[in-house]
């Protein structure tokens, strides 16, 4: 079930939006405290994955869903690419940062848009 | 690099009345060289991104020590400088902090710290948010504000023992990985225990409660620590 959808403008500004309403879902989720703050890492790597691939002028797009214990995220922007670049070597330490703290990561285009899927869960 | 003596020879120069105006510039200029890096060890156990304005004030501070400096005692100008270094950038960042966080938050904070702590003894695991909430006899809507409070914060005091951690090894394996080529200038930046915590979250892949029961630290400060390096990484990126 979505908890919370929200669309935002392409700019660094919104970030912290996005961490914030990662926090307050993650929490609804009753997430162990370090997978709560690695729910809002991860929705903040994703954002930027989005803003790196975002066709110009396009918003982006986040969709927050839970279960006990995991948070999940489904992001999408509009994107022009045809086929994506070798993840690890553009996104460089991002990468290593986001695939380390997420037990679920998907990152495909379809439809014209680029979409990022992750799941944050607790290690109990 | 200077030796004590030498340095207190300088000083003793400088206050020698039969120094001109142009030597004088030149030994306080050498002073200062010579404790570029003492200035630059103290700014690092602060994580802020406002470097140059606190080398200035480092300066500042040598240049107080110089005045101040008693040759007659038995102590290394270092020493009695990095007392005045430290004092112009503790004032400055007490009293120009870009985020001031209200008193009933600070204090939460303290109060959420204690709350994780004792949970984590007795359960031998992290709190859930609700859970932490309930033990640090706070609602939700002030734990929100003290978990806010706590990731906003960046400045680390010199007086915090965790700043004083002993780091025995670094990460060399940041050196084969390409992923991190691109940060590898800002993470030698790092102080050894920032650089030991991304290390042991992202290499070693450890959990956050892990790091802290490792490192004898609470999993907030953790937290916080890796909050801020991954802000400094990233800025870094954004910067070049």
Not at chain 1, 27 to 38: G, R, S, T, V
Not at chain 2, 1 to 30: F, Q, Y
């Amino acid at each position: 079930m979505t908890e919370v959808s929200v669309c935002v403008p392409n700019a660094p500004e919104y970030l912290r939006v996005i961490r914030q309403i990662a926090m307050v879902v993650g929490a609804k989720a009753d997430l162990l405290l370090d997978a709560l703050d690695e729910g809002q890492l991860a929705s903040d790597e994703a954002a930027n994955i989005l803003m790196k691939f975002a066709e110009p002028g396009a918003s982006l797009n986040f969709e927050w869903e839970t279960e006990p214990g995991v948070l999940h995220l489904r992001a999408r922007t509009r994107c022009s690419l045809s086929h994506l670049p070798d993840l690890p070597a553009t996104l460089g330490y991002a990468w290593v940062i986001i695939s380390s703290i997420t037990s679920k990561l998907e990152i495909f285009l379809e439809n014209g848009e680029v979409h990022v899927d992750l799941s944050v869960e607790s290690a109990i | 690099m200077l030796t004590a003596g030498a340095v207190n020879e300088l000083i003793r120069e400088l206050r020698s009345p039969d120094v001109t105006a142009a030597r004088t510039d030149e030994l306080k200029s050498e002073i200062i060289a010579e404790h570029q890096g003492l200035i630059h060890h103290f700014i690092r156990l602060y994580d802020v991104q406002v470097v140059e304005d606190l080398v200035q004030l480092g300066t500042i501070g040598v240049l107080a020590a110089i005045d101040k400096f008693d040759l007659d005692r038995q102590v290394a100008f270092a020493t009695f400088a990095g007392v005045r270094i430290r004092g112009e950038i503790s004032h400055y960042l007490r009293d120009n902090a870009t985020i001031r966080i209200p008193r009933s938050v600070q204090s939460h904070i303290k109060v959420v710290r204690t709350a994780q702590d004792t949970f984590v003894a007795q359960h031998n695991q992290l709190p859930t948010f609700v859970q932490l909430a309930i033990h640090a006899d706070l609602n939700r809507s002030e734990l929100f504000d003290a978990m806010q409070a706590n990731q906003s914060t960046h400045l680390f005091s010199l007086d915090d023992p965790e700043t004083y951690l002993d780091i025995p090894a670094t990460h060399s394996e940041y050196e084969f990985v390409d992923e991190w080529a691109s940060v590898r200038p800002a993470i030698d930046q790092l102080a050894p225990l920032e650089r030991k915590i991304l290390g042991m979250r992202f290499i070693e892949q450890k959990r956050q409660g892990e790091i802290a029961q490792e490192l004898g630290m609470n999993q907030m400060a953790v937290s916080r620590r890796l909050n801020s390096i991954l802000e400094r990484l990233r800025h870094h990126v954004t910067a070049v």
